[in-house]
């Protein structure tokens, strides 16, 4: 094994985050609509291209303009180098990455059904896998040099948590992307300042009736947790945040899901862009997408939107502009083929209205 050495485009200036978990190759077929059983279609377009939730999450985060280093393994081969020379090209560092010289680098089948707008992932992962003797100490020190956040698909979990555990050690904030139950997520959770789910990890996880409650739940369970956000697609999300103003149990008490409907009903249903809908009790926090033009492909809207939320908090946003501007990251990201493809730099003129 060795570690591959190159060098990053972003101004040294910019802010630090260091992501660790899955990245593949992605090999997309967009098809009319998805096959039945033993039926043979052809393809109406095709793309191969990097993927992972953390190969995608810190190429967006590189995009916006953050100094993005990545950790993972791939092995020495075609679709190896394929992953590093991309994410290079991006700017994100991948000297941190260990290659292997045996074995093969993690990709997947995306099947796109241009009818409903859905995507199926097969993946097939990198072999062999990450194992904690991968990574020395000498490397893990120089990886989390002068870094402001670190991020976590919650894959590779066993050499994950040894760098997720030096990050707090260190007082460095940590990110995770709960999108499932996966081997190590309790672990994860209880390190985490930050944590981004899919619709149904909290309830998955919680047991709890609804997912606002759910998220309520989340946040007794995680002293540690500043604040939980859960992506629901179409339905826009929803951020539940620690307040200290109201630990003097002066503030009125109220129904989470009861404040939750009373959110929604707030927004502006004629609205065709991210909007930010707050309460004053809770600082719960609902916001809606509206509609996305041009929709292609939702391969990677959630990694997209994670790339967004890096930036924010790297940058200090508030909720009211980290949210919308995250929704309309991933809004964008969804209008080409690919997890990639249509993720845009800062400079892109549909992020100015969020730039405030």
């Known amino acids: 094994m060795f570690r591959v050495n190159m060098s990053s485009t972003t101004p040294e200036s910019s802010p630090v985050v260091l992501g660790f978990g899955g990245v593949s190759v992605d090999l997309l077929a967009t098809v009319a609509a998805y096959p039945n059983p033993d039926d043979k279609i052809r393809s109406t377009s095709m793309k191969v291209q990097g993927g992972g939730n953390a190969g995608n999450a810190l190429t967006c985060a590189a995009r916006l303009g953050l100094n993005a280093r ?90 994950a948590l040894l760098v997720a555990h030096e990050a707090n050690r260190r007082g460095i904030p940590v990110l995770i992307d709960a999108e499932k139950l996966r081997e190590g997520l309790d672990d994860f959770l209880y390190l985490s300042d930050y944590v981004v789910c899919s619709a149904k990890l909290p309830q998955a996880w919680t047991k709890a009736p609804t997912v606002p409650s759910a998220l309520v739940s989340m946040l007794l369970r995680l002293p540690k947790v500043k604040f939980v956000i859960v992506t629901l697609g179409s339905d826009g999300c929803i951020m539940l945040e620690r307040s200290i103003v109201a630990e003097d149990g002066q503030a009125e008490e109220m129904d989470v899901d009861n404040l939750v409907e009373q959110l929604k009903q707030k927004r502006d249903s004629d609205k065709a862009y991210p909007t930010c809908i707050s309460s004053d009790v809770t600082r719960l926090r609902a916001k809606g997408i509206g509609t996305v033009c041009e929709l292609v492909d939702t391969t990677g809207a959630g990694d997209a939107f994670i790339g967004a939320i890096l930036y924010a908090i790297c940058t200090n946003k508030p909720p009211e502009q980290m949210l919308p501007f995250a929704a309309q990251v991933a809004a964008i990201a969804c209008r080409a083929l690919g997890a990639r493809t249509g993720l845009p730099c800062l400079s892109d003129p549909r992020l100015t209205p969020f730039l405030w």
Do not use: W
Not at 77 to 93: F, I, N, P, T, Y
Not at 101 to 117: A, H, L, R
């Open 70 to 159: 990545l950790i993972s393994k791939v092995a020495n081969d075609a679709q190896g180098r394929g992953v590093l020379e991309e994410l290079q090209a991006d700017g994100v560092d991948v000297s941190f990455f260990v290659v292997s010289e045996e074995g093969n680098s993690p990709f997947t089948y995306v099947i796109v059904d241009n009818q409903t707008k859905t995507r199926t992932c097969i993946h097939t992962p990198g072999s062999p896998p990450m194992i904690p003797s991968d990574l020395s100490s000498v490397t893990l020190t120089s990886a989390l040099d002068g870094v402001k956040l670190t991020y976590f698909d919650v894959r590779l979990h066993e050499t």
